[in-house]
T-cell receptor, first 113, second 116 residues
């Protein structure tokens, strides 16, 4: 089954404790992206990657890092999480062709205390 | 399940009626548009897309209309069913900084409630 898998689905942690949210896709997609979803603000792009070792900032990259060492994986790293990063996070992937829909994972709910 | 938004515009329809969800997009250079459905506790799910060289596209029970003159997009759902209850987002696709791939900009969404 074609899917985007995120882990963990839920995480409660404390300020300053480094965490990584993993994302993996099995569709051989070149393009991957991270979004955060907040009430009233909708989905906003954090970082994206057009292929292995190619990443770029989205609209709200501050406080986040990403890496793309393999085509299927695109982890999101919070080196020193803060409460304003409490949010619902989604990973998405698509073929490189820009006129293709992105496929989303089921989300990761992060709470930073 | 998680709430995907507070104070979302809400559309309430009776089961069996047709639903029309509207969206205004912001960038006249956007050339690809997508509608997504998001159910509680899940990620956005692709419904239908349309390119800017088209005015209308039909899928199974859904139709998307694009009016580039006024930068307006609509999603029509025929014979709305209880399983259609969800938040619906439109997204416009702008070229990323590196010149390729997809950079989606999402609307804030509309909550569709289907009443029995």
């Amino acid at each position: 089954e074609a899917q985007v898998t995120q882990n963990p689905r839920y995480l409660i942690t404390v300020t300053g404790k480094k965490l990584t949210v993993t994302c993996s896709q099995n569709m051989n997609h070149e393009y991957m992206s991270w979004y955060r979803q907040d009430p009233g603000l909708g989905l906003r792009q954090i970082y994206y990657s057009m292929n292995v070792e190619v990443t770029d900032k989205g609209d709200v990259p501050e406080g986040y890092k990403v890496s793309r060492k393999e085509k299927r994986n695109f982890p999101l790293i919070l080196e020193s999480p803060s409460p304003n990063q409490t949010s619902l996070y989604f990973c998405a992937s698509s073929p490189w062709d820009r006129n293709q829909p992105q496929h989303f994972g089921d989300g990761t709910r992060l709470s930073i205390l | 399940g998680e709430s995907v938004g507070l104070h979302l515009p809400t559309l309430s329809v009776q089961e069996g009626d047709n639903s029309i969800i509207n969206c205004a997009y912001s960038n006249s250079a956007s050339d690809y548009f997508i509608w997504y459905k998001q159910e509680s506790g899940k990620g956005p799910q692709f419904i239908i897309d349309i390119r800017s060289n088209m005015d209308k596209r039909q899928g199974q029970r859904v139709t998307v209309l694009l009016n580039k003159t006024v930068k307006h997009l609509s999603l029509q759902i025929a014979a709305t069913q209880p399983g259609d209850s969800a938040v619906y987002f439109c997204a416009e696709n702008r070229r990323g900084r590196s010149g390729g791939g997809n950079k989606l900009t999402f609307g804030t969404g509309t909550q569709l409630k289907v009443e029995l």
